[in-house]
């Protein structure tokens, strides 16, 4: 899903670079918008902070590497693991789980979180909302 | 990724103080998108009415095992919660280890506990705090709170320890709790085995401030049409007090589907499922027309199948159920349902329960918190096929004219 900003998008400063660690967050309030700021394999992403479900504060969430199950040569479950490379963020409200590199539902892809625009200049990181 | 126009103003954005929920977070600003919901939609201007809250009475059972009133089963109950290691919480009671996957591996903070600091007040218990933190945010007039571990006390192996614990927690709570905060109501809970101590609970308590009807916990074998429940039911009738049927968990179910996910999507409908059957088909709304009943908390997906399914039978089997002079839908429409937790996956699907249902006159909204499938009263108000009106009556009139609230 592309970044969007509003007609009367504004330029957020959201803190200094090293506020958001390799698998860390940084959830700032940009005027009335809140947004989680996240950092996968170097790459900054950065969502509303409201759950596609229900409204729930999704960035404030768990994160937690996604959940696969491992089956066998003949397709029968013999356990279950974590993806490391793919780090999921569940909605504190409900549940909800997503990706944090595409903010796409776990399990239905076509349920997102809005993106919102962010980028990193000079050591600063800055969002548009 | 898009990057950012490079001309824009820039402005100093303001870190959040709490950057992850976890079971320490106050319910505030837990609930603080809620708030932001409430302003959205003006919800201030409508008087809500939650008809499903719970707090954790396993909390405070020390005091509640004090109110057990059988001497013996009082100093049992007190030396297991003294001399066992972690029964400090949970001597002679029934808690299933099963209520623990309920927060999805600690996904759902609020469901596992609400830790949250709250400063002591003089002579108050520290649930009176949570409860008006979470009316707060959701802009809650008034709540109706419920126990939680207790909901599946009716699957307690003794049936003289149901009565006792069920008689215990509501002499506690309708001492320690509900005269303390005018805007908490509740309907308590039936020792439901003993249908004589049922009658003796809605004599004992039926008057108490605050009492605004009687309870059934529906995880249990029971059967509702028994011969020995009709002088409960015509002394609620007569009261004018509803009975509510509170859906739970079955952990047994593990024995025939294999996640918490299947345990809870199925066991929270099919015990209402059962009851509902045997009120309408051994036709008690025609032997206590009266009575308003009210099913709590097993989403609304299945009243729309109970209506086909029923009336489908019915039509054919008539002298199975020769009571019935309606169809077994037209009683079901009668009765009442709280909203929690609402299926909202299919719009097109939900308008028509809406309508099967009369959700207008019939649905009460209800939360659920602190439980992990809450409902907010956005819910509600977001729904773009229901009138004004109609949002103003499920949000809180419905309730208000069920259970006569000021």
Redesign the interface.
Same mark, same amino acid.
């Given at each position: 899903m /592309?970044?969007?900003?509003s007609a009367a998008?504004?330029? !957020?400063?959201? /803190?200094a670079s090293a506020?958001v660690p390799e698998r860390g967050?940084? &959830? &700032?309030?940009? +005027?009335e918008t809140? =947004?989680g700021i996240f950092r996968i394999d170097g790459?900054l %992403?950065a969502y509303e902070?409201?759950c596609a479900h229900? +409204? /729930?504060?999704i960035c404030? +969430?768990?994160m937690?590497p996604r959940v696969v199950e491992l089956l066998d040569e003949r397709r029968a479950i013999i356990g279950s693991a974590f993806d490391e490379t793919d780090l999921n963020i569940?909605?504190? !409200? %409900? +549940?909800a *789980?997503y990706s944090i590199r595409t903010g796409r539902h776990a399990g239905k892809p076509a349920i997102a979180l809005r993106?919102i625009? =962010? *980028?990193e200049v000079g050591g600063r990181i800055? =969002?548009?909302a | 990724m898009d990057l950012p126009v490079p001309d824009l103003p820039t402005r100093q954005a303001k870190r959040r103080a709490v950057q992850e929920i976890t079971i320490h977070t106050d319910t505030r600003e837990i609930l603080a998108n809620a708030r932001r919901d409430t302003e959205r939609f003006g919800l201030d201007s409508y008087y809500i009415v939650d008809v499903d809250a719970h707090h954790v009475e396993l909390d405070s059972w020390s005091e509640v095992l004090a109110h057990i009133q059988d001497p013996v089963l009082r100093y049992n109950a007190q030396a297991i919660a003294r001399n066992w290691p972690y029964a400090g919480n949970l001597a002679m009671s029934n808690h299933a280890p099963g209520l623990t996957m309920q927060d999805v591996a600690g996904r759902i903070p609020h469901q596992a506990q609400l830790a949250e600091a709250v400063p002591p007040i003089a002579g108050e218990h520290r649930d009176l705090t949570l409860v008006r933190r979470a009316m707060e945010a959701m802009s809650i007039d008034l709540q109706v709170v419920f126990p939680q571990p207790m909901l599946g006390i009716g699957m307690h192996p003794s049936a003289q320890t149901e009565t006792e614990l069920v008689l215990a927690y509501n002499r506690w709570f309708t001492s320690r709790i509900l005269p303390h905060e005018p805007r908490i109501k509740t309907m308590l809970a039936l020792p439901f085995r003993d249908p004589e101590a049922c009658l003796r609970t809605v004599r004992e308590f039926g008057d108490v401030p605050g009492v605004i009807g009687f309870l059934v916990t529906s995880q249990r074998q029971a059967q509702v049409n028994s011969p020995g429940y009709m002088r409960l039911y015509a002394e609620l009738e007569e009261r004018g007090l509803p009975l509510g049927f509170h859906a739970g968990p079955d952990y047994n179910m593990e024995r025939a589907v294999n996640r918490f996910l299947s345990v809870h999507a199925l066991s929270f409908v099919t015990c209402n499922m059962v009851h509902l059957t045997n009120w309408v088909i051994n036709g008690l709304p025609e032997r206590f027309p009266k009575l308003k009943v009210v099913w709590i908390e097993s989403g609304l997906a299945w009243i729309p199948f109970m209506m086909q399914r029923l009336d489908h039978e019915w039509l054919l089997r008539q002298s199975d159920a020769p009571l019935l002079k309606r169809l077994p839908s037209e009683y079901m429409r009668d009765m009442y349902y709280t909203s929690q937790p609402m299926e909202v996956t299919d719009m097109d699907l939900l308008q028509s329960t809406f309508r099967a249902m009369k959700a207008e006159t019939q649905l009460l909204w209800s939360s659920d918190w602190p439980h992990w499938d809450f409902d907010t009263p956005g819910r509600i108000a977001g729904l773009e096929f229901l009138s004004e009106q109609a949002k103003r009556n499920i949000l809180g009139e419905n309730a208000r004219r069920v259970f006569g609230l000021p």
């Open positions: /592309g970044a969007r900003c998008a504004v330029r !957020w400063d959201a /803190g506020d967050r940084l &959830v &700032v309030d940009a +005027g809140s =947004v790459a %992403h902070n409201r229900a +409204g /729930g504060p404030q +969430g768990l937690v569940a909605c504190p !409200w %409900h +549940g *789980e993106r625009p =962010v *980028e800055y =969002v548009i | -």
